[in-house]
């Protein structure tokens, strides 16, 4: 009996903070960075997203260093390219599998993730999940800051996290929205 090769990773977890290890956060990151490339006609396959999964403290230096706010937030991204207007991004270009094009870099916050999700009364694999999800909209060019923005980023968001089987993050609690 043959098995089919196991397709190559899309996402590289870097961990430091031993308090992820709790969370299988690798596949939990894979399985939202695929999702979310899938939902937009993306082959996973061509593209590569790097992940940091820190402490609060890491993430505040992080948000001081790129975005002039020295305080954690709960995820950071940085796209590798520009992907033109967020309503609309460009399509970006998939490498081939062995020379995956990168779609940038994402940070977590322990901290701030696990509070928020217990505030949520979610369990955290569904809050990461979305984080994830949402960071990775931010790496294709998709943003939130405004309302007509926010729209479709946050529809795209909760049709993903319907495919995965997760409820809507914005439907059942009032106000919640990612920094």
Known sequence: ?????????????????????????????????????????????????????????????????????????????????????????????????DDPEPLGDIALAWDTCAAEARAAGRPLADHLTHLVVHATLHLLGYDHAEDTQAAVMESLEVAILAQLGLPDPYGDVAGERIA
């Open 1 to 97: 009996m043959t098995t089919a090769p196991a397709e190559p990773a899309v996402v590289d977890v870097i961990v430091e903070d031993a308090r992820w290890e709790a969370v299988a956060l690798e596949t939990l990151a894979e399985t939202a960075v695929r999702a979310t490339l899938r939902h937009l006609g993306l082959a996973p396959a061509g593209f590569e997203v790097a992940l940091m999964a820190g402490s609060d403290a890491r993430i505040a230096e992080l948000n001081a260093e790129f975005r002039d706010k020295p305080a954690p937030t709960n995820v950071l991204s940085w796209p590798a390219r520009d992907m033109g207007a967020p309503e609309a991004p460009d399509t970006p270009v998939p490498g081939p599998a």
